[in-house]
């Protein structure tokens, strides 16, 4: 089931309830295409995954919350674990990657756009 998210102190609740579990946050708008398109991909993901939670912003309705975060474009998706967005990589897969290519400076707890097929490789990843 996707929670619809209003306010900030709502989504504050909503990620100390997750605990350590993924938290998986589109941010979207009524009037966006592309975010009606994968909506319903998004609510069968939160079907199909139980152990991670899901959340919907309307940057309309919830002005506060798509400013803390940064929303530029919708839909964009975040990514939480423990109440903090997922961090870039966990230290062994940054010196991996550090060491083998330079920095990696694309970020796998946000990403914009409806790609269902990568927002779920993005959930298989951080699970």
Known sequence: MVQIIKDMDEFSRFLKAAGCKLVVVEFSAKWCG???RIYPLVHAMSLQYQNVMFANVDVDDSKE???TYHIRSVPT???F???Q?????SRLKRAICCY???????PI???CGADAQKLEAKIQELM
């Open 34 to 36: 592309p975010c009606k």
């Open 65 to 67: 919350l798509a400013q």
């Open 77 to 79: 998706f975040q990514m």
């Open 81 to 83: 674990k423990q109440t």
């Open 85 to 89: 967005k997922v961090t870039l990589f």
């Open 100 to 106: 083998g290519n330079g920095f990696m400076s694309e």
């Open 109 to 111: 707890f946000e990403f």
